[in-house]
């Protein structure tokens, strides 16, 4: 009986050294994704510029070339139901066209790049004009933007008035 217990003893003692002496097999290390450079400048000029071509277009009145808005875009404008789809944005839009002497401009005030630079949040102003450079209507607004095929399109957007009601 002692020596089966001596024997046990030893089985288990030669079967932890084994276990302890075994090498751990390293698994494989994860390459790190490698982090993407944003040019935030850069974004909020290429930003600006797509407000400066949307300006330009909606104020010729032809809003058959317009690129600012996705397809599936969604726009909130005051006192009305949110613009659900390019389309409907733009009909809005060329109903909402102002006499061809005002014009409308952008000034891109910030911009909130996400780490991929894949998405950008713009915070700006926008102003309204007569023929004589008199306000008629001055307000901020909000866009998100979406890189989609290289070009960064508004996926939704928001804007306010700050004129007082009428």
């Known amino acids: 009986m002692k020596n089966m217990i001596v024997k046990g003893a030893s089985l288990v003692c030669f079967i932890s050294l084994l276990i302890a002496c075994n090498e751990k097999k390293e698994e494989p290390q994860k390459e790190a994704p490698?982090?993407?450079?944003?040019?935030?400048?850069?974004?909020?000029?290429?930003?600006?510029?797509?407000?400066?071509?949307f300006a330009a277009v909606y104020n010729s009145g032809e809003l058959r070339n317009i690129g600012y808005y996705a397809d599936d875009a969604v726009s909130f404008f005051?006192?009305?139901?949110?613009?659900?789809?390019?389309?409907?944005?733009?009909?809005?839009?060329?109903?909402?066209?102002?006499?061809?002497?005002?014009?409308?401009?952008?000034?891109?005030?910030?911009?909130?790049?996400s780490n991929d630079g894949n998405q950008v949040v713009e915070i700006g102003s926008f102003k309204v004009v007569d023929s004589t450079q008199a306000p008629i209507n001055t307000g901020n607004y909000m866009s998100l933007f979406e890189k989609r095929n290289g070009k960064y399109v508004v996926v939704r957007d928001m804007s306010a008035s700050d004129m007082p009601f009428k």
């Not at 982090?35 to 071509?53: C, G, M």
């Not at 944005?89 to 891109?108: G, H, M, Q, V, Y």
């Open 34 to 53: 490698q982090a993407v450079t944003v040019d935030k400048e850069q974004i909020k000029k290429e930003i600006q510029a797509k407000e400066d071509s």
């Open 78 to 113: 005051q006192n009305r139901a949110p613009l659900v789809g390019k389309q409907t944005i733009i009909e809005f839009l060329k109903n909402d066209i102002p006499s061809t002497a005002d014009r409308i401009s952008f000034t891109t005030k910030e911009v909130f790049v």
